[in-house]
């Protein structure tokens, strides 16, 4: 089975930090993705890559950044982290195209920022 | 654009009853469609998908069927169970949107004794 496992499960962090989520996929998938999750508004899609060095953003990429200098590994960073940056962060990857086989998603970071 | 729509929840059911969620989608073209599943304190897993019209997906007792002309893939299970309770995601892809799924807002699901 493809594993994505997320580093942590659970953060807390002060305002102003600089914050690593970390994500990595065992099944050498080209596509990853992260998304936050929050009560009534579903997920939402932060960043993804299609390829190593490859980024685009998503629908909301503010005050977010990622890398990705290894296939197997994609870091989204909160450069300086806010309260309303508190949320469930979900990493996910994919084989192209992805449509016909879904996403496999870790189990989520869950980020408290103070 | 590509949106998904779902039914507000959350909804409790007792266990054995029949489970419909509903979901609606906007997309250009032939998207492919999908039903994640969140367990308390886990991420999402994939429950079941369909390709093209008139395609069922299947999986655990859960059923949902591709109807393009409703624009529509419900989610269906003729008898829950305890453990069925989760928070269920439809979701669509539309392979000119360079593998991006677009999700609904979820519906959790409550089943009691």
């Known amino acids: 089975d493809v594993k994505v496992t997320q580093s942590s499960r659970y953060l807390v962090k002060r305002t102003g930090e600089k914050v690593f989520l970390e994500c990595v996929q065992d099944?050498?998938?080209?596509?990853m993705f992260w998304y936050r999750q929050d009560p009534g508004l579903g997920l939402r899609l932060i960043y993804f890559?299609?390829?190593?060095?490859?980024?685009e953003k998503g629908d909301i990429p503010e005050g977010y950044s990622v890398s990705r200098e290894k296939k197997e590994r994609f870091s989204l960073i909160l450069e300086s982290a806010s309260t309303n940056q508190t949320s469930m962060y979900l990493c996910?990857?994919?084989?192209?195209?992805?449509?016909?086989?879904?996403?496999?998603f870790g189990s989520g970071t869950r980020l408290t920022v103070v | 654009g590509n949106s998904v729509t779902q039914m507000e929840g959350p909804v409790t059911l007792s266990e054995e009853a029949f489970l419909t969620i509903n979901c609606t989608y906007t997309?250009?073209?032939?998207?492919?469609l999908f039903w994640y599943v969140q367990y308390p304190g886990e991420g999402l897993q994939l429950l079941l998908k369909?390709?093209?019209?008139?395609d069922k997906g299947s999986n655990k007792g859960f059923e949902a069927t591709y109807r393009k002309e409703t624009t529509s893939f419900h989610l269906e299970k003729g008898s829950v169970q305890v453990s069925d309770s989760a928070v269920y995601f439809c979701?669509?892809?539309?392979?000119?949107?360079?593998?991006?799924?677009?999700f609904g807002t979820g519906t959790r699901l409550q089943v009691t004794l």
């Open positions: 996910a990857s994919s084989e192209p195209p992805g449509g016909n086989y879904g996403y496999t």
């Open positions: 099944m050498d998938h080209e596509n």
């Open positions: 369909a390709t093209k019209a008139d």
């Open positions: 890559s299609y390829d190593v060095k490859m980024k």
């Open positions: 997309a250009t073209g032939y998207p492919s």
């Open positions: 979701a669509l892809i539309n392979t000119g949107t360079a593998s991006k799924l677009t």
